[in-house]
């Protein structure tokens, strides 16, 4: 009897059910485009495309485990990248160009950050208006156009570095990786945060400070994301203010698909990790077999809207559970 209901346990776990989701692709794209598709070199690839989502996003979760989101992650993005490039074209050294950016992508956090915990602006219209004002100044700063004429060469050695062997986007992960997973099992941060989603008054008359919690986690988020703009600059080589579009939906997409709950209270980084491989790995997979962009885009909004009802069935059955567990 216990066995089974450890086994019950498992297959109600959202991060077992979006491993074997991310195995079930590989297998299906190993059979249908094993040449190109069954290739180190193609992992590599894959990781370096949503090596940005999986850093945004490992932060994302813990923003979303308290109940909130942002929704400008894209648009800020774009904005950081255009000023990274500017500031290079200008003359500035890259180490103190990105760093600029970065500020930037933290000063777009505060200001986020104040207007849902200070402000009590709900999270959707705080983060739309930053996503609308940071597209705005990317498009004036560039007047439109991609900022790419008389660009120095070395804006792209950020980007084209390898440590130790490995491409630095693959690194990167790594550290982001270690870094969230721990603040999620192993700090006050995290814990406040699943405390906050949980029950937000109950979380502050028990002392915590729900205000400061939410305004650090989307400070912490605008500085990612501003690196984020930086990287992306650095690979293509120019400043986009139309770029990153659908960044903040593949953030959101994935931590969702990794079993974090829209309502906030439960969630996991490697969750999410295993969320943004999945949509990565479908992505690059459906273009090996030459599926047109459009039909991605349908099915990705499919697996969006069966990744929240599998979600939420889950998690709501998992209540159930715990509930009748504590009347016996």
Do not use: H
């Amino acid at each position: 009897m216990s066995r089974k209901i450890e086994l019950s346990k498992i297959y109600r776990n959202p991060i077992f059910v979006i491993v074997l989701f991310f195995i079930l692709i590989n297998l299906f794209f190993i059979i249908t485009a094993y040449d190109s598709f069954f290739q180190v070199d193609n992992y590599f690839y894959v990781l370096k495309q949503t090596a940005m989502i999986i850093i945004v996003a490992s932060a994302a979760t813990i923003l979303m485990m308290t109940g909130n989101f942002d929704l400008s992650t894209g648009s800020v993005a774009a904005f950081t990248g255009c000023v990274y490039a500017l500031l290079i074209k200008s003359g500035m050294a890259l180490v103190p160009a990105g760093i600029s950016a970065v500020v930037v992508g933290l000063i777009i956090g505060v200001a986020n950050g104040a207007m849902v915990s200070k402000l009590n602006f709900p999270p959707f219209i705080a983060t739309l208006c930053m996503m609308y004002i940071s597209r705005g100044i990317a498009l004036i700063l560039a007047n439109g156009a991609t900022i790419r004429d008389n660009m120095p060469p070395e804006i792209g050695n950020l980007a084209s570095r390898d440590i130790l062997g490995l491409p630095i986007f693959v690194v990167f992960i790594i550290i982001a990786l270690i870094v969230f997973v721990f603040i999620e099992k192993k700090t006050l941060l995290g814990k406040y945060a699943l405390a906050i989603g949980g029950n937000k008054s109950a979380a502050f008359f028990s002392g915590v400070n729900t205000g400061a919690i939410v305004l650090s986690i989307y400070v912490i988020i605008g500085g990612l994301t501003g690196f984020a703009g930086v990287m992306s600059a650095s690979r293509l080589s120019a400043g986009d203010p139309r770029g990153m579009v659908g960044f903040e939906f593949d953030v959101i997409l994935a931590i969702i698909l990794g079993g974090t709950s829209l309502s906030g209270g439960k969630g996991s980084v490697i969750g999410t990790f295993f969320g943004a491989l999945v949509v990565a790995t479908l992505g690059n997979g459906l273009n090996m077999l030459n599926i047109l962009t459009f039909w991605q885009s349908i099915l990705k909004g499919i697996i969006f809207v069966l990744a929240i009802v599998l979600n939420e069935k889950i998690l709501r059955n998992t209540g159930k559970k715990t509930l009748v567990a504590a009347k016996a």
